[in-house]
Nanobody, 121 residues
Framework: QVQLEESGGGLVQAGGSLRLSCAPSGRTLRNYAMGWFRQAPGKEREFVAAISASGDYTRYADSVKGRFTISRDSAHDTVYLQMNSLKPEDTAIYFC??????????????WGQGTQVTVSS
């Protein structure tokens, strides 16, 4: 069983930055691709970014390209989402997930509880 815990959310002004973290409990993430997703009030959950187990491959939603960076630190078994130039429309609950495979796919099996990001204008 993979359990994921996100942290790093908060309130920030437009143009500011936040770094989200996703760490496992009970099982390592090192062998798995990881993804970040978000869900804004009244909207469906949407893909934000993903990274392969090796870290060599990344993918981003068009809405965050050039502003967000996904990365992973194997030593600390943690995946990060660095968010810069934040906009009010980035306000959402952010979730990390894994597909339990080494490569990025479109289906994800395990999800964290989410962390709230609020960007004020």
């Amino acid at each position: 069983q993979v359990q994921l815990e996100e942290s790093g959310g908060g309130l920030v002004q437009a143009g500011g930055s936040l770094r989200l973290s996703c760490a496992p409990s009970g099982r390592t993430l090192r062998n798995y691709a990881m993804g970040w997703f978000r869900q804004a009030p009244g909207k469906e959950r949407e893909f934000v970014a993903a990274i392969s187990a090796s870290g060599d491959y990344t993918r981003y939603a068009d809405s965050v390209k050039g502003r967000f960076t996904i990365s992973r630190d194997s030593a600390h078994d943690t995946v990060y989402l660095q968010m810069n130039s934040l906009k009010p429309e980035d306000t959402a609950i952010y979730f990390c997930a894994t597909n339990r495979r080494p490569y990025v796919t479109t289906s994800w099996d395990y999800w964290g509880q989410g962390t709230q990001v609020t960007v004020s204008s």
